[in-house]
């Protein structure tokens, strides 16, 4: 959501009390001529003398924030009550007490009014929704009182308010910018906030807004973890290459999800990237294809918001204003249903603020990622299973280094002696049967000219045709990794008779 619009909500929340407030006061003005300016002047100055109170108010609302939807009115409803009961307990009568627990609401106004300009979206969280929550059954009682229709309080006020809490169970869900799901900005030019995690990021100016430029590294923000949420990031970069986007559900900034944008992609099959990093690698050149990557619109040389939402095991990423459908991840590789956030990108690019809005967690969360029976033993190491798509993700098992992997199976010839090895790899390869070599080669990134240059793995792309004694023989492989994009194997044997 954008400043404009927060401000929008605050003018909007405030005329609609002001005017409630009005008709509360214009029967006490008889139809008088003055009655109009006159209850225009206590619409927005009453309570102003308790504004201290107000201030106090603040703190039970900070806690109300974080709760849902409905349930956040439930306890305001009480807290509302214990007030009135507090007055009661001083021995005030009961219109004396309703009458100071109205004050106490208006005391709040200014502060929402004032707080909401200067301190920005944790203030606007506490207050802005509660005055449209508390106020209106009450100034709803005090009119039917002054046009004398009722003369007890108590049933006016119980109607109000379970016609409210309707209003907040049937509007103000997720889709919507209620209680349940208030928006924390995060400006990524205030360092209090912030662990920066990049030796060479600076505050700068770009394209006529203040932001924090990252050369390559993450900005994670401090002493938060995030679990479902909808995420906003405004980010930009110039013409050329970039990968900015969001860091999320991280342990630390060795194990952590990313999604970010590519604009010199745009338009492309990989403009919008899913990529897990384990042991501190990329693994880009594993996580492809449906699920992983998707085509958008990501302009340079502007500002563009990326928008993530985290639901459990997956996740949705979009351009705000493209219309080139979202990236849906269906399992996140980690299996992580909280952590760190923050921003992440590789070469420069430009982050100006962060809106995050918690959702409610799912009933029944997407499972997590499975993973498939596991036929290799890894060197050192033991039983590894294939990733969901069929490629073993070394970099799960292992942090990248000089030496290679080393995977060994058994595997059964059949009377024909005849078996087809269909595979893909990243990055350097060496197949052996029974000791013998029987394929070696290199799969690298090269380019964006085409998908080959990407280096991804793909399952097939290589077939060796092997002629062998019936029984069972071991195949070797070892994998070296040479870049930080993903190291890992996909491999299927075929045969006309025997077992795999």
């Given amino acids: 959501m954008t400043q404009e619009r927060y401000v929008g909500q605050i003018w909007r929340m405030y005329g609609l009390t002001a005017l409630l407030v009005l008709l509360w006061v214009l029967p006490m003005a008889g139809g008088d001529f003055f009655g109009l300016p006159i209850g225009l002047f206590m619409a927005v100055w009453t309570g102003g003398g308790s504004l201290l109170a107000g201030l106090g108010a ?12 409905y349930r956040w009115y439930l306890a305001a409803m009480g807290a509302t009550v214990l007030v009135f009961a507090v007055f009661l307990f001083a021995g005030l009568s009961w219109d004396d007490a309703l009458e100071f627990t109205l004050m106490l609401m208006y005391g709040l106004m200014p502060f929402a009014i004032a707080g909401g300009f200067i301190y920005g979206v944790k203030v606007r969280r506490w207050l802005l929704w509660s005055l449209p929550a508390l106020i209106p059954p009450a100034v709803f009682y005090q009119v039917l009182v002054q046009r004398q229709v009722v003369t007890h309080w108590w049933p006016v006020l119980l109607i109000g308010d379970l016609a409210v809490l309707a209003w907040f169970y049937v509007i103000a869900d997720e889709s919507r910018t209620g209680p349940a799901s208030a928006w924390r900005r995060y400006v990524f030019t205030d360092p209090t906030h912030l662990v920066v995690l990049d030796p060479a990021a600076r505050t700068v100016e770009w394209q006529g807004r203040p932001a924090l430029r990252l050369e390559g590294g993450f900005a994670l923000l401090r002493d938060l973890t995030v679990e479902d949420a909808l995420v906003e990031i405004d980010l930009g970069v110039d ?5 900015p986007g969001l860091a999320f559900r991280g342990r630390s900034r060795e194990e952590i999800e990313l999604l970010y944008c590519q604009p010199h992609t745009s338009g492309q099959w990989d403009a919008l990237q899913y990529d897990p990093v384990f042991h501190g690698s990329n693994t880009w050149q594993i996580f492809h294809g449906q699920g992983c990557q998707a085509a958008a619109t990501v302009d340079a040389g502007r500002w563009i918001t990326l928008q993530v939402e985290l639901r459990g095991h997956t996740a949705t990423a979009r351009i705000l204003g493209d219309d080139a459908p979202p990236l849906v ?31 409610e967690r799912s009933a029944a969360p997407a499972a997590e990622a499975p993973q498939l029976p596991p036929e290799w033993e890894l060197q050192g190491h033991g039983p590894v299973s294939a990733e969901p798509n069929g490629i073993i993700n070394l970099n ?52 964006f000219t085409d998908r080959q240059s990407r280096g991804y793995i793909e399952p097939e792309a290589h077939r060796v045709a092997l002629k062998l004694q019936p029984g069972r023989h071991t195949l070797t492989a070892e994998l070296a990794a040479r870049e930080p994009f993903g190291w890992g194997l996909a491999l299927r044997l075929e045969q006309r008779y025997g077992r795999d």
């Fill in 58 to 69: 603040s703190l039970y609302l900070t806690l109300l924030s974080r709760l849902p939807s």
């Fill in 239 to 243: 013409p050329g290459g970039a990968y």
């Fill in 329 to 359: 991840v269906p399992a996140l590789a980690h299996g992580n249903l909280s952590g760190r956030i923050g921003v992440w990108t590789f070469r420069p690019a430009h982050f100006a603020e962060m809106r995050v809005r918690p959702l």
């Fill in 396 to 447: 799960r098992y292992l942090p990248v280094s000089d030496h290679p992997a080393v995977l060994r199976r058994e595997f059964e010839v059949g009377p024909e002696g005849e078996a087809e090895l269909r595979f893909g790899f990243s990055d350097e390869l060496r197949l052996l049967v029974d000791g013998e070599e029987v394929f070696s080669g290199t799969n690298r990134f090269t380019g």
